[in-house]
């Protein structure tokens, strides 16, 4: 059985892939703060998940996806600033303990990997290449590139959030102006649709359906943000898909529906953009897909995606 973790900022969930590809129960736990707490929390999820299997050790390989900026070689963790890490040797210390081998990734590029899998499967195709597209407090996307995953030469491969596209060019938490990420993320919505509902972006989308002017406005910027992401990973790596996932693809149909609308829009005005038909390319991740789980269980095992960072 291969197991994969996805340590979240409030939720970490575990799922195990057994020998002839069948999903465990997924379970969930909250997230301790801080690189101890974080540590801590993982090997509580390796021991549920061993008593859940039967109380053996049964684990041939671990994955991990976590945020932050991850080094897989080395299985070194930096600036995940929601769990309170600054810097820790998350693989290592957990191998240690473990006596087995844990890889670890960021935790959009896990979901990269899971969400091409289970897709795959779903549709009973696999598409060669696909973009997960990972709209949650920020915004960053992992490329699954001819069935392997894109890290790049330092893992930023995919931090298309910090790509400046707004000319309002609003002061992005990266010190730039104007990032993708400042239009079309968690944090957009909460400075221009400021709530108190737990749900601020289905308010937003409620709001916006019933009428309201204000909330139209400032929806349709939203969507065009995300259209703009669709359309920056489709022209840069020409996926044959762009799976919406994150915090607010919880969305669902509204937010897809939307963004098909704008990229329509663009391609009645674009005869290029016509012809490379992006709306029919994007999607949005079907709701309880444990995409980052399982993807953490395959980066965990696999070996061609061990090499090809
Ligand atoms: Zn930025």
Not at 28 to 43: D, H, I, K, Q, S
Not at 125 to 143: D, E, F, H, K, P
Not at 199 to 222: K, N, T
């Amino acid at each position: 059985m291969r197991l994969g973790i996805d340590i979240g900022g409030t939720k970490t969930a575990a799922v195990a892939i057994g020998a002839d590809g069948e999903l465990s129960d997924q379970i969930r736990m909250p997230t301790g703060f801080g690189a101890e707490a974080v540590v801590a929390t993982a090997l509580r999820t390796v021991e549920r998940m061993t008593e859940l299997a039967g109380g053996t050790s049964s684990f041939t390989s671990i994955g991990i996806g976590i945020p932050g900026a991850v080094d897989s070689a080395t299985g070194r963790v930096e600036h995940a600033v929601n769990l309170g890490l600054e810097g820790l040797d998350l693989g290592p210390r957990l191998a240690d303990r473990l006596g087995v081998d844990v890889r670890v990734e960021n935790d959009v590029k896990a979901a990269a990997v899971g969400a091409h899998h289970l897709l795959g499967i779903a549709d009973g195709i696999r598409a060669t290449s696909m973009a997960y597209l990972n709209l949650g407090t920020g915004l960053a996307a992992g490329v699954v590139l001819d069935g392997r995953l894109l890290r790049g030469g330092h893992g930023v491969a995919g931090e298309i959030g910090h790509i400046p596209i707004d000319p309002a060019r609003v002061l992005c938490g990266c010190g730039q102006r104007g990032c993708l990420e400042t239009v079309a993320s968690g944090l957009a919505i909460a400075r221009t649709w400021p709530s108190n509902s737990e749900h601020p972006a289905r308010e937003l989308f409620d709001a916006a359906e019933a009428g309201d002017a204000r909330a139209i406005a400032v929806r349709e910027q939203f969507l065009a943000g995300v259209a703009a992401a669709v359309r920056l990973l489709v022209l840069t790596v020409d996926v044959d898909a762009v799976v919406i996932g994150g915090g607010l693809a919880a969305l669902g149909g509204p937010l897809l529906v939307g963004t098909r609308r704008i990229l329509n829009r663009w391609a009645a005005e674009s005869a290029f953009l016509a012809s490379i038909d992006l709306a029919n390319r994007v999607q949005v991740i079907p709701p309880g897909f444990p995409a980052a789980a399982v993807g953490a269980a395959l980066v965990g095992e696999d070996p061609w995606l061990k090499s090809s960072s």
